[in-house]
């Protein structure tokens, strides 16, 4: 046995510089490699298409692939670890009996082409057609990277039933995506996201002969279903033959499947053209049944000339995922019926969008009317964010704006609404032109960061407070005890039962009626008046949209109730908690929005304020599933005239930080810590602590899961979820940052600046070490 192995290394060797002139027909004896370090490649006899390592952008990773080698861009065509990208220093290496394994510099086996015929390789050949090929001593084939398409199928190439196509995550991201292309074992043609959304529909079982056979791409550059009647269903109508042009049919992580071409002479040009695509126009595919598969909530899809979708954010809203181009927007303002003051509109403005529709969302319709009326009507409407016109019908729409899309086929005019500081003069002021929208927004994002947290966007609301400036200098309205009363039916529906009191549902009656939410806190100091103005001004003044917005205060004798925003999604605790998961993106989603409002109370804020108990009880979703915190501001109320060490524990058991217990400073270090135990409640949708429904071992959360991130294992925690897993590099990021979020050592975790920052993948992350060295040692 040992001989035969150093025979092979001896003939590996000798067939070193053989190698280097087998590049000129293509041929790859067994025994060579390429690594990532050297910048080799295997190339095919034309020198059109190469195989080896290419390094992934922004970061030091590699793609093992196959990509076009004279192109300027060398755009990949296959490849074969997207899901596990290689460290630097890993090597391909071209075996007899196991054909091509991909090994890191730890000798993990990364990747390896599967023999699906028992065999021993003799060479594989670097094809100029774009194929890799791994033959036998009879040069029959034994496995092909055409046969194991990823995203791209080339001319020459057959899928056959049963083969599928699937997208890559986004252009740089090669891990699996959220589309394939299933060329069905009935022979049906099927495109899906979530859902299916395109289908060839080639089966009609009363037509026998009809259905699918082959998915082929040949030389004339013809795309087409090859029938079982000899028929064709064509993709392709005008020819380009790929002896003239390079060609590529590729289904795009956007969803959309699309063939190129670039002529083979056109040197320096390099812009693919696409020949034709489908579906022609994705966003309108787009509809309520396949989910907002294309773009997120809010989001507006374009199609353009190259046929691709693009997803952008309406003025005055903004990506919640800045990484995700293709995620939900979120406007930078409030909007809906609660806390609106009788003159909102002059609030409002309204930017004109051509062509444009959400095709949910519609709650009135009127006809016969005008396109003034029209915005009108959509801005004195607090219910209102959109209102599209088209043929004297005005249709209202409101909030989450899903599944918007641009088409020149609508023949409507869109009136979306902003905000905008400027008083209008007369009359509905329209807003045109890119620099004048640019201009708006970046005084709304001037207002949602500096004014806002300042208090002096909402300073109108200064004429209801009773107390003179001074006093309580804030937004806030001073509600009677009788007044809350009648407000909440005599105290009658509870929501809920919090460490500081009871929160009770309740409608103040403010033009057509607000909901709210009254907490009345139940220990509380005695001679705390001025304390609690005093905190109630800094309470007052946060204003975030990670936030619950306290509305008010009653502080009557002995009573003291907070007033806040009702917000119809109940609490996280409800949401993740239960037996249906949501989805990963709202999951993620929710931790971005957590994260912020944490940031923003530790750093933006005039007066910092620590939480010290974020749990997902604590933390509260309106409409469209946005993660508000609640209750904060309201530790220190209560800790007042106390000193910090002998504070009884502020927090809820499993999210309190080690420090409550050991006599040791308090910071919004404890706040980062609670958060990282949510985030993994976010990540794994379970309790902290459940001793009932799992394993002794999976108990604790926090141990659980660090000890399946130390073995390798994330797939466990999240259950082996699929959208979860399509974005392992982002879980891990999430996992990663949680763990340091959890150090026992305060002075360990990141400040919640740095949690964002590495949530959004702006910095790295690095290994975490064990989060409780000292407990779990002992
Ligand atoms: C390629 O060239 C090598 C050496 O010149 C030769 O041994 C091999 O048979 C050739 N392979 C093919 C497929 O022509
Ligand atoms: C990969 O490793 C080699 C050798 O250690 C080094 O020269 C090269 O710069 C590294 N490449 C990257 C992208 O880190
Ligand atoms: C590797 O290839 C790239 C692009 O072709 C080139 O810029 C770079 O200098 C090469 N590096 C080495 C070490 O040959
Ligand atoms: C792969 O190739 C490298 C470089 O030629 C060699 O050092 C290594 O031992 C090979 N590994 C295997 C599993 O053949
Ligand atoms: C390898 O090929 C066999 C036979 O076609 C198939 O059952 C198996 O799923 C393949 N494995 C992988 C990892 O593709
Ligand atoms: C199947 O073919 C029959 C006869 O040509 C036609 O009437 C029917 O509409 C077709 N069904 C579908 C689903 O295309
Ligand atoms: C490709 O297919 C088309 C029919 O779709 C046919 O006309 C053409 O001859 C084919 N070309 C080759 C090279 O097979
Ligand atoms: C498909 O294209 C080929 C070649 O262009 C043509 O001969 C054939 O009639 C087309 N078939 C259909 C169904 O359009
Ligand atoms: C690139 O080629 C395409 C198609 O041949 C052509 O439409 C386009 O104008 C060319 N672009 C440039 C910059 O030459
Ligand atoms: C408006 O017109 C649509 C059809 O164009 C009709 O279905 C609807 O009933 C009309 N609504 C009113 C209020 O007249
Ligand atoms: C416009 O609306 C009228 C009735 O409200 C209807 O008769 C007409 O068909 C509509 N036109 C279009 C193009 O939708
Ligand atoms: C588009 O709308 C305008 C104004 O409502 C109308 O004059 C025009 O006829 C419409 N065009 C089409 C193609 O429906």
Not at 148 to 167: A, F, H, V, Y
Not at 728 to 748: G, H, N, Y
Request: charged share 20%; net charge negative; proline share 4%.
């Amino acid at each position: 046995m040992a001989f035969t192995v150093r025979l092979f290394l001896l003939s590996s060797l000798l067939l070193l510089p053989t190698y280097v002139l087998a590049q000129t027909n293509g041929s790859i004896a067994v025994g060579a490699s390429l690594s990532t370090a050297g910048n080799s490649s295997w190339l095919s006899p034309s020198g059109d298409f190469a195989f080896g390592f290419r390094q992934l952008e922004n970061n030091d990773l590699f793609l093992l692939s196959i990509w076009f080698a004279k192109i300027p861009d060398k755009t990949i065509v296959w490849y074969a670890n997207g899901d596990k990208p290689a460290p630097n220093g890993s090597v391909v290496n071209l075996t007899a009996n196991s054909g091509l394994v991909l090994t890191s510099p730890q000798g993990e086996q990364l990747w390896k082409s599967n023999q699906t015929i028992a065999g021993v390789v003799a060479h594989g050949v670097m094809i100029d057609t774009g194929n890799f090929v791994l033959e036998n001593e009879k040069s029959a084939k034994l496995w092909e990277t055409f046969k194991n398409p990823t995203d791209t199928m080339l001319p020459g190439q057959i899928l056959e039933r049963g083969g599928k196509l699937s997208s890559r995550n986004s252009e740089t991201d090669y891990t699996r995506g959220h589309f394939r292309l299933d060329f069905q074992n009935n022979g049906n043609l099927v495109l899906r996201g979530q859902r299916p959304f395109y289908s060839t529909a080639t089966t009609n079982g009363s037509v026998p002969g009809s259905a699918g056979l082959q998915l082929v791409f040949n030389d004339s550059g013809n795309f087409y279903i090859l029938r079982v009647n000899g028929g064709h269903y064509n993709f392709t109508a005008e020819e380009h033959a790929a002896k003239d042009y390079y060609l590529r049919t590729t289904l795009c992580f956007d969803g959309v499947l699309a063939q190129y071409f670039l002529p083979k002479t056109s040197v320096g040009n390099i812009s693919w053209v696409p020949l034709w695509s489908e579906p022609s126009n994705i966003c309108q595919k787009i509809n309520a049944d396949s989910g907002p598969s294309v773009c997120g909530y809010n989001s507006i899809c374009t199609y353009k000339a190259d046929k691709m979708p693009t997803c952008e954010c309406p003025t005055g809203y903004y990506l919640l995922d800045p990484n995700d181009p293709y995620g939900s927007c979120y406007p930078t303002f409030k909007q809906g019926c609660e806390n609106e003051p009788s003159y909102a509109q002059d609030l409002y403005d309204v930017q004109v969008l051509e062509n444009t529709d959400w095709l949910t969302s519609s709650f009135m319709q009127f006809n016969d009317t005008t396109a003034d009326t029209c915005s009108q009507s959509c801005l004195q409407d607090c219910s209102c964010a959109v209102a599209v016109y088209s043929n004297q019908t005005c249709q209202k729409k409101k909030f989450p704006l899903s599944y918007g899309r641009e088409d020149n086929n609508l023949n409507a005019t869109t009136f979306i609404k902003l905000m905008t500081v400027k008083k209008k003069k007369s009359g509905t002021t329209l807003v045109h032109g890119g620099s004048v929208l640019l201009g708006i927004s970046v005084v709304v994002i001037f207002m949602s960061g500096t004014a806002v947290c300042l208090g002096l966007f909402f300073s109108f609301r200064k004429k209801h407070a009773r107390f003179p400036q001074n006093d309580l200098d804030t937004n806030l309205h001073s509600f009677s005890h009788k007044e809350l009363e009648e407000a909440t039916n005599g105290f009658n529906e509870e929501l809920g039962r919090g460490s500081f009191g009871v929160v009770y549902k309740g409608i103040i009656k403010i033009g057509s009626g607000v909901q709210v939410a009254v907490k009345k806190l139940n220990c509380w100091i005695q001679d705390g008046e001025k304390e609690f103005k005093t905190e109630l001004n800094i309470i007052g003044r946060t204003h975030h949209k990670n936030l619950v917005h306290l509305v008010g205060y009653c502080d009557e004798g002995q009573e003291r109730l907070l007033v806040y925003e009702f917000l119809s999604n109940g609490t996280l605790a409800n949401f993740l908690f239960t037996d249906t998961k949501p989805s990963w993106r709202q999951r993620i989603d929710i931790a971005y929005g957590v994260a912020k409002g944490l940031l923003y109370l530790h750093e933006e804020c005039r007066t910092q304020i620590i939480h010290c108990d974020i749990k997902p009880q604590n933390i509260l979703l309106d409409d469209y599933y946005n993660a508000q915190i609640a209750d904060f501001g309201l530790a220190k109320l209560l800790m007042m005239n106390q000193s910090q060490t002998q504070t009884a524990i502020r927090g809820t058991k499993g999210y309190v930080a080690p420090e409550w217990f050991r006599n040791m400073a308090i910071s919004t270090k404890v706040d980062v810590y609670s958060f990282g135990v949510v985030l993994l409640e976010v990540i794994c949708c379970r309790s902290s602590v459940d001793r009932e429904n799992v394993s002794e071992e999976r108990a604790i959360l926090t141990d659980w899961v660090y000890d399946c991130y130390h073995d390798g294992v994330l797939d466990a925690i999240v259950d082996n979820e699929m959208e979860a897993l399509h974005e392992k590099t982002k879980l891990e990021r999430f996992v990663m940052v949680a763990l340091w979020c959890i150090q026992e050592d305060p002075s360990l975790r990141p400040t919640m600046r740095k949690v964002v920052q590495m949530l959004e993948g702006v910095v790295d992350v690095h290994v975490p070490p064990c989060p409780s060295p000292f407990s779990r040692a002992g």
